[in-house]
């Protein structure tokens, strides 16, 4: 075998491109990629916003398998109907919006964090959020600490209305990092 081949079984890639790719991103990783704990300074802060459509609902609800009538009102010859709840209409599934924050905590403009894990979580759900709103996450780096020889990075985190600011949602999360 030459040293322009790769060898590959059923987990490696099999064609010269798909291999060029994994070389590329590989290197990309050794030569750009640093520790979250090196990005990220206490009072850093980012937002994006998320419209919370029927749809993401319908697909975050049916995959965690949580078929509550107060997110989707299904019928049997159509897609869907407004669904209804003791607030008035259908609300998000109150966790649904938490799976967003790692979207938000990593920067898509930087290069890839290497080495982190999620070691901490707490909720605290304020007000149902209506189906089709758009909300604003927002995660705030708040402390840098070590424990246990280990680096850590704790963020706050708001879920807010983008039309009124009802805040909807507050969190604390710690990140460990290599």
Not at 114 to 133: K, Q, Y
């Amino acid at each position: 075998m030459s040293s322009e081949q790769v060898s590959s079984d059923e987990l490696r890639p099999m064609t010269d491109i798909q291999a060029a790719q994994t070389r590329r991103f590989i290197t990309e990783l050794e030569q750009d990629c640093q520790t979250y704990w090196d990005m990220v300074e206490v009072g850093d802060e980012l937002s994006r916003d998320l419209h919370l459509t029927p749809e993401l609902v319908t697909l975050y609800a049916d995959t965690v398998e949580d078929f509550n009538p107060w997110y989707e009102a299904w019928t049997m010859n159509s897609w869907c109907k407004a669904g209804e709840s003791p607030f008035g209409p259908a609300i998000v599934p109150p966790l649904l919006v938490s799976h967003f924050v790692l979207s938000v905590q990593f920067d898509h403009t930087k290069p890839f964090a290497i080495g982190s894990i999620h070691t901490f979580h707490d909720s605290e759900i304020l007000a149902p959020i209506l189906v089709g709103a758009t909300v604003r996450i927002t995660s705030r780096a708040i402390d840098k600490y070590e424990k246990r020889g280990r680096r850590y990075l704790r963020h706050e985190v708001t879920v807010e209305d983008v039309g009124d600011d009802t805040l909807y949602m507050r969190e604390t999360r710690d990140i460990m990092s290599l």
